[in-house]
């Protein structure tokens, strides 16, 4: 069956650092470009990084630049965002998407052709 299931999400201190998996079963990720949402209670699911199919071109949400990190393992059909320096802000429900493209031009990660969205996982941040 087709999946696309997220992981390593959990309750930290601001400062601390979580990495989030994005892993496929039944589809190659390599084939797709691959975006990384957040949605806190009350507000609307929004962009925070993604990255393209051909050349692995990386993008971010204006408060993740300097702080987080996309990236791929083909080889482990995962995508990864690495958080640092996490924030009482960050504090949400990351989704990840497998698309077929980028638009550029657009609200940051703003994806063509979705294929397929996983299930999410919670990130809080608090002291």
């Known amino acids: 069956q087709l999946q696309l299931v997220e992981s390593g999400g959990g309750s930290v201190q601001p400062g601390g650092s979580l990495r989030l998996s994005c892993a496929a079963s039944?589809?190659?990720?390599?084939?797709?470009?691959i975006g990384w949402f957040r949605q806190a209670p009350g507000k609307e699911r929004e962009g925070v990084s993604c990255?393209?199919?051909?050349?692995?071109?990386?993008y971010y949400a204006e408060d993740a630049k300097d702080r987080f990190i996309i990236s791929r393992d083909n080889a482990r059909n995962t995508v990864y965002l690495q958080m640092n320096g996490l924030k009482p802000e960050d504090t949400g429900v990351y989704y990840c998407?497998?698309?077929?493209?980028?638009?550029?031009?657009?609200?940051?990660?703003?994806?063509?052709?979705?294929?397929?969205w996983g299930e999410g996982t919670q990130v809080t941040v608090s002291s």
């Open positions: 998407a497998a698309a077929e493209s980028i638009v550029l031009g657009a609200p940051p990660c703003l994806l063509a052709g979705v294929y397929r």
């Open positions: 039944g589809f190659t990720l390599e084939n797709y470009a």
């Open positions: 990255v393209s199919v051909g050349e692995g071109r990386r």
